[in-house]
């Protein structure tokens, strides 16, 4: 059934690369950003304050995208759609999948390999121009999340099965500003109940109200279709039987053009569920509808 | 032996020389770019990427484009840290009654990049130029 999910995207990303007429091409090249885990706009672990789409406050614009991430003993595959009005709100629905490896799911006597979780996204772009205004463009949004069943979350200690996160992300790009290459940086700060994203359910003994985490990312546009940066992103730990880390990586984009653009990363997410040492490879890829 | 110290002290003055190239007063982003012939194909590139822009032709079909092109080019070299004058008008009176969508602004910068393109400037280059020019834009959106 994924399998068949993730190819429906891909024939729809190839499918959009020979239509490029149809892309809402309001804004320059690159300041869509890319999806994030969540589905919101932003840089890949992290939601931005720019919003998923090239709508310019004129315009609208509609995006899907797909990421997977392989680390050493897990996967999670994200797949959403998102769609951004006059470059002032965003709305994303994303489905996430994530897969346990076999000894969990027989030392658990799990029904299913895979733990599923919907994420409702929303984002309000409050001020600015990540680009062209004096102080970085400022979002407030949200991201609400509902996993499919709650025997993983509930076994490991975790409160509830759904949780609703809110954030303030500041964005900005600094025309020329290394030996004349744009550099662009965000930080957000996210308010959150959420064990290893949510996947692990919402609170625990060792925690159950909400803490303020701050994400951070700084990219480097190489050309106008490359661009290179890291990300960091605090969690929380409020599970005693499951130590949380915080998560790292390196990244490249390539944006081609204004339709679609794709991401590979090395990422470094340290102890999750009890493996140690998760690092593996994300790569996303998003095609924009219009 | 001899042959290597003849080769310790090339390298010996070339490194000198490479100390003392950061001590001359910097260029300005004119100069580097190749000065007035320079800004002047710029120029040029831009009007034809208008020309031959629908969407932002219809803006300057009443424009004199010999003194849009004389009073770009004032700008752009004075923007860049050349050794004119600008004589033209403010940008806001330029650009009043224009009602310049967001769109629009952001597909002319494309146009200005592809006639920076073609007038050679590097990837560096036209971003430094983009970088003086950005703070003009409220002077010219939706007025």
């Known amino acids: ?237 409020n599970l005693s039987s499951v130590e949380e880390d915080d998560w790292k990586d390196v990244f490249v984009s390539y944006m081609p053009n204004k339709n679609v653009n794709f991401t590979a990363a090395y990422a470094d997410l340290g102890t999750v569920a009890t493996q140690k040492n998760q690092k593996g490879v994300y790569l996303s890829m998003t095609g924009y509808l219009w | 032996m001899v042959n290597h110290l003849k080769t310790a002290l090339l390298m010996m003055s070339v490194l000198l020389v490479a100390c003392a190239t950061p001590t001359k007063t910097p260029i300005s982003l004119y100069d580097e770019i190749g000065g007035q012939p320079t800004i002047e194909a710029i120029t040029d590139n831009f009007i034809d990427e208008i020309s031959f822009n629908k969407d932002i032709y219809r803006y300057f079909e009443k424009t004199n484009i010999t003194r849009f092109r004389e009073k770009f080019i004032e700008h752009l070299c004075v923007d860049t840290g050349g050794p004119c004058t600008y004589t033209g008008d403010t940008m806001l009176k330029v650009h009043q009654g224009q009602k310049i969508t967001e769109t629009d602004f952001n597909l002319t910068v494309d146009l200005l990049v592809n006639a920076m393109k073609k007038a050679g400037l590097t990837y560096a280059q036209q971003n430094r130029v983009l970088k003086v020019l950005a703070p003009m834009r409220g002077e010219m959106l939706y007025k």
């Open chain 1, 1 to 237: 059934m994924r399998g068949k999910h993730i190819k429906t995207v891909m024939v729809g990303g190839i499918f959009l690369c020979a239509t490029p007429i149809m892309a809402a091409e309001g804004k320059l090249l690159a300041t869509a950003g890319l999806s994030q885990l969540e589905g919101s706009g932003g840089g890949g672990l992290v939601p931005w304050a720019t919003l998923a789409g090239y709508d310019s406050r004129d315009e609208t614009a509609a995006s899907l995208f797909i990421t997977d991430v392989n680390v050493t003993d897990y996967r999670l595959t994200s797949m959403g759609v998102a769609t951004s009005l006059y470059d002032r709100v965003e709305l994303s629905y994303t489905q996430q999948t994530f897969v346990l490896p076999a000894s969990l799911v027989t030392g658990l006597s799990l029904d299913s390999e895979e733990i599923k979780q919907d994420v409702i996204g929303v984002k309000v772009r409050l001020y600015g121009d990540a680009v062209y205004s004096l102080y970085p463009q400022v979002s407030v949004g949200l991201q609400h999340k509902q996993l499919d069943n709650d025997f993983v979350a509930s076994y490991l200690g975790a409160k509830d099965d759904s949780g609703t996160d809110f954030y303030v992300a500041a964005t900005k790009v600094h025309l020329g500003a290394v030996a004349g290459y744009n550099l662009v940086w965000n930080l957000t700060a996210r308010a959150t109940k959420a064990n290893e994203m949510g996947l692990l359910g919402y609170g625990g003994p060792d925690n159950s109200g909400y803490q303020v985490m701050m994400e951070g990312s700084i990219g480097l546009l190489l050309s106008p279709n490359w661009v290179v940066g890291m990300e960091y992103r605090q969690k929380p730990s």
